[in-house]
């Protein structure tokens, strides 16, 4: 007899993701096809949601009161390696890697990936051994007795991912370990990662894929390619099908969504979302041009327009 196939790392079916019950993101269905799920776009929300940090706790120098928060699935299902992302009952196989969280002033690597350990039901001695094992794996050997708050970005980084995998998780969910970064720092932290990840499933972020950027070299990586924009998952598939001459924008506009939907269709690009955020898919023929031309014919003031995909 033949053992049943494991359960997608990522499932949902017309999920909808809220902040504060604000709809973040809707309808989000898709069932991931490999071991390695890259989200990349307007993911913020379904990440704050996976990792259950809510988003005014990554700018907490910004006033709270201002900043949205709590990430909730209001319909539909999600499910993260069979287990449901509503009760949280995936954070049972999840090890967890927000982006930069802020880290307790006056502790030390090893104290900080040590707490983790004992968080997640370890004896002292043991989670002792064990953040010892994950700072290796990340290449933070030589840092345990250094003070967490002396780190520059590329060992925050990888303190945070030695704190994901700690309890050795079946999947680990790390929201875009590499933003920003390039050069040796952004090697540093792709290194952590491929020692981390190996032998896991895993579900990341990245802020935007452009070719050549490291961000873009950890897609071409991914089983499954997840675009959002919008609100909505605009765009999925295999890296090399999304890399190959695919270019997708992310929109907004001041007003007149439905004669800049019309302008756009006319001469031959693709929309979703709305509706004043939008994501546009670029044909062949078509340029950035195009869209401020669309833009201008439909007295529709252009507020932003960035590169996603391309």
């Known amino acids: 007899m033949t053992e049943p196939a494991p359960p997608p ?27 390695r799920v890259l989200c990349t776009g307007e993911a913020e929300a379904l990440f704050a949601l996976l990792t259950a940090v809510p988003l005014r706790s990554r700018a907490p120098w910004h006033d709270e009161a201002a900043m949205p928060g709590e990430a909730s699935l209001a319909a539909g299902t999600l499910h993260v390696a069979g287990l449901d992302v509503a009760t949280r009952a995936h954070l049972d196989v999840a090890g967890i890697a927000p982006l930069d969280p802020p880290l307790p002033k006056g502790t030390t690597a090893h104290d900080y990936v040590t707490w983790s350990a004992r968080f997640a039901g370890f004896s002292p001695r043991a989670a002792r051994d064990l953040a010892a094992s994950a700072l290796e794996r990340v290449g933070l050997v030589t840092f345990l007795r250094r003070a967490v708050e002396t780190f520059d970005v590329p060992l925050r980084r990888a303190l945070v991912l030695a704190h994901a995998l700690v309890a050795d998780p079946a999947v680990l969910v790390l929201e875009a370990p590499l933003a920003g970064l390039d050069g040796s720092a952004a090697v540093f932290v792709m290194n952590a990662l491929a020692r981390a990840t190996e032998g896991r499933t895993a579900i990341l972020s990245a802020e935007r894929l452009e070719p050549g ?23 999925e598939g295999a890296p090399e099908e999304l890399f190959a001459g695919v270019r997708v924008y992310g929109v907004t506009i001041r007003k007149n969504p439905g004669p800049f939907r019309e ?3 006319a001469r031959g690009i693709e929309v979703k979302g709305g509706p ?3 994501s546009v898919r670029l044909s062949a023929e078509a340029s950035t041009k195009d869209i401020v031309a669309a833009a201008s014919r439909a007295r529709a003031p252009l507020v932003e327009m960035f590169p996603i995909v391309g």
């Open 276 to 278: 004043l955020r939008m």
């Open 9 to 35: 790392v990522l499932h949902a079916e017309d999920a909808r993701v809220t902040i504060d019950d604000v709809v973040a993101i809707d309808h989000l269905t898709v069932r991931a096809r490999g071991d």
């Open 213 to 235: 950027t490291p961000e873009g070299d950890l897609a071409r990586g991914a089983s499954d390619v997840l675009v959002f924009a919008g609100g909505a998952l605009v765009l």
């Open 263 to 265: 302008e756009l269709l």
